[in-house]
């Protein structure tokens, strides 16, 4: 079992950057792909970013391609959501979470979540 920790959230003006983190302790974290995904008030929880375990692999939701970059590091435990030009939109609760499966983009597909971080864009 792996539990997880999402730091970073809060509020920004649209235009401005966020870096989120995810912690994560237990099992090896590098057996794991990662992901995030963000909800916001009203809707379902979407797919955002997704990376392989040993980070070669990522993709990206097209609502957030070319803003946003996913990256980790296994040997500090933790992965990183860098966010750029940031839009209202974005407004979202962000959780990250992981997969003893490839590289999924599905949430049914994720084994393991954190509690989230709220990420709020101001126009």
Same mark, same amino acid.
């Given at each position: 079992q792996v539990q997880l920790v999402e730091r970073g959230g809060g509020l920004v003006q649209a235009g401005g950057s966020l870096r989120l983190s995810c912690a994560?302790?237990?099992? *090896?974290? +590098? *057996?794991?792909?990662?992901?995030?995904?963000?909800?916001?008030?009203?809707?379902? &929880?979407?797919?955002? *970013?997704?990376?392989? &375990? +040993? !980070?070669?692999?990522?993709?990206?939701?097209? +609502?957030?391609? !070319?803003?946003?970059?996913?990256? &980790?590091?296994?040997a500090k435990n933790t992965m990183y959501l860098q966010m750029n030009s940031l839009k209202p939109e974005d407004t979202a609760i962000y959780y990250c979470a992981a997969s003893v499966g490839a590289v999924p983009r599905t949430r049914s597909q994720y084994d393991y979540w954190g509690q989230g971080t709220q990420v709020t864009v101001s126009s």
């Open positions: 994560a302790s237990g099992r *090896t974290f +590098s *057996t794991y792909a990662m992901g995030w995904f963000r909800q916001a008030p009203g809707k379902e &929880r979407e797919f955002v *970013t997704a990376i392989s &375990r +040993s !980070g070669g692999i990522t993709y990206y939701a097209d +609502s957030v391609k !070319g803003r946003f970059t996913i990256s &980790r590091d296994n």
